[in-house]
């Protein structure tokens, strides 16, 4: 789908607090069940650029699928001088779903995504009744993150020199465990989002970790991870799995930090019929 397609789908600006304004994308049935898709926060990020194979699935199986740019990312606001950390996401998210009058949700998130959707889970669990997460951030203190090969080669390569569309090219295709999954279309759609954002947004993010927290998300949760996964260590699966007292986890060879697109067709099965696991009565 091509950026001016894109902007043909529904969509609209919401002005919360502190006077962020978030651009929301919002897909299928009004009737269906809410899931609310995080995405992560590596340059040029998106809610459609993060889950742009598993919409449809959603969408088709009856859901009502809203997808947000996170502050400082995609079309939403990107003000300078504030760090972008867990807890301006989370409140963020809750501001937006209050905003639309949604009080249960089912929270996907990738990355960074992910440790939202966690975060969500632990701070307000009467909002999220099910939790599905792609090798989710924060289960690990921050150093941990900094030390990961992905993470030190996109470092490296958007601060030495300019910025250019063929370094962040790089960078997505250490994301994934076969680089030619980072088409033309993803790259410049990334490209055309990274360009806008201020350099705070990477320079004055924040990773806190929440996994001693964990234990206080009572909702199902199934987490997939990429064992070939250069971003996030594969570490968190198991503190995930520990931890979370009714969580399945998922690892899937020859995949990277992107399961959910990588493996989309796995991953939107897989969540479908775990959505539908949840929901029947015990």
């Not at 995405?39 to 919409?55: K, Q």
């Not at 962040?168 to 410049?188: F, N, W, Y």
Request: hydrophobic fraction near 45%.
């Amino acid at each position: 789908m091509t950026r001016d397609t894109l902007e043909k789908i529904p969509h609209q600006r919401l002005r919360l607090s502190d006077n962020i304004e978030i651009f929301v994308r919002r897909f299928g049935p009004e009737s269906g069940p809410i899931v609310l898709m995080i995405h992560g926060a590596a340059p040029g990020a998106s809610g459609w650029g993060n889950f742009c194979r598993n919409v449809d699935a959603f969408v088709a199986a009856g859901y009502h699928v809203i997808v947000p740019d996170l502050p400082g990312f995609g079309d939403s606001a990107k003000p300078a001088g504030i760090d972008y950390d867990l807890p301006l996401f989370t409140g963020t998210m809750q501001q937006m779903l209050c905003e639309l009058g949604i009080e249960r949700i089912v929270a996907v998130g990738n990355s960074m995504g992910g440790a939202i959707a966690n975060n969500l889970a632990i701070t307000a669990p009467d909002l999220v009744s099910a939790l599905i997460v792609a090798a989710p951030h924060c289960l690990a203190p921050q150093a941990s993150y900094w030390a990961m090969p992905g993470v030190q080669f996109m470092i490296e390569a958007l601060t030495q020199g300019e910025p250019t569309r063929e370094k962040l090219g790089a960078v997505l295709r250490r994301m994934v465990c076969d680089p030619e999954q980072i088409s033309d279309a993803l790259l410049d759609e990334r490209w055309q989002s990274a360009i806008k954002q201020p350099a705070d947004v990477m320079t004055r993010l924040r990773i806190t970790e929440i996994a001693s927290q964990l234990h206080a998300i009572s909702c199902p949760v199934l987490a997939f991870w990429g064992a070939q996964d250069e971003i996030t260590p594969s570490a968190g699966a198991l503190v995930l799995a520990e931890r979370v007292p009714q969580a399945e986890v998922i690892i899937y060879s020859q995949t990277g930090h992107w399961p959910q697109f990588e493996r989309h067709a796995q991953f939107n099965e897989r969540s479908l019929r775990f959505l539908d696991e949840t929901r029947k009565p015990a």
